[in-house]
């Protein structure tokens, strides 16, 4: 019983500061620090950027839908050592993103201290994506307007398509 009071003692307390806020710039002034430069869906989305795009969101996440050709590097056990492996040249133009660029931007600080020097963080994330009708894909590599929002709090800033969570 203490360990469900406390879950949801700390879910309440993560999910307060969200209420005040109206839209995604709201959160990320809350939540970021601007310490990585934002990108903007738009920019990502143009033919000519050529950037590796890195997928900061749990497995459960990725598997409902993650933008195309993203690697998913995941936010809670996330390696460094597992992107140097796979992205060695730090000049690479690296973008990450998450649901709507907290966790990406938290990931993108660590690759940036490891000497990466062109990260950029997708300014609202996987949700903003959405929002402007670009298309997403599933594990099957299937195109799908499904998106994994976490829980219906943090799901009101996805307004296209359809809202998954546990």
């Keep these: 019983m203490k360990r469900i ?3 949801t003692y ?8 969200l209420w005040g806020q109206d839209n995604i710039a709201d959160v990320l002034k809350q939540h970021n620090t601007k310490s990585v430069p934002y990108i903007s869906v738009q920019e990502l989305a143009m033919p000519k950027t050529n950037a ?3 997928d900061a969101r749990e497995p459960r996440e990725y598997k409902v839908s993650h933008i195309k050709k993203a690697i998913h590097v995941g936010y809670d056990f996330f390696s460094v050592d597992t992107i140097a492996q796979k992205v060695p040249d730090k000049t690479s133009h690296i973008v ?5 660029g907290i966790r990406s931007e938290v990931i993108a600080e660590k690759l940036k201290q490891k000497g990466y020097t062109n990260v950029y963080n997708l300014y609202g994330g996987i ?3 959405k929002n402007n009708n670009f298309k997403l894909f599933n594990s099957n590599d299937k195109e799908t307007d499904s998106v994994h929002v976490f829980d219906e709090t943090w799901g009101k800033w996805l307004t296209k398509g359809i809202k998954v969570h546990d």
């Design 10 to 17: 700390l879910l309440i307390i993560s999910i307060l500061p």
């Design 96 to 100: 990450v993103y998450c649901s709507l």
């Design 127 to 129: 949700f903003e994506w």
């Design 52 to 54: 590796i795009i890195l």
């Design 5 to 7: 009071f406390l879950h």
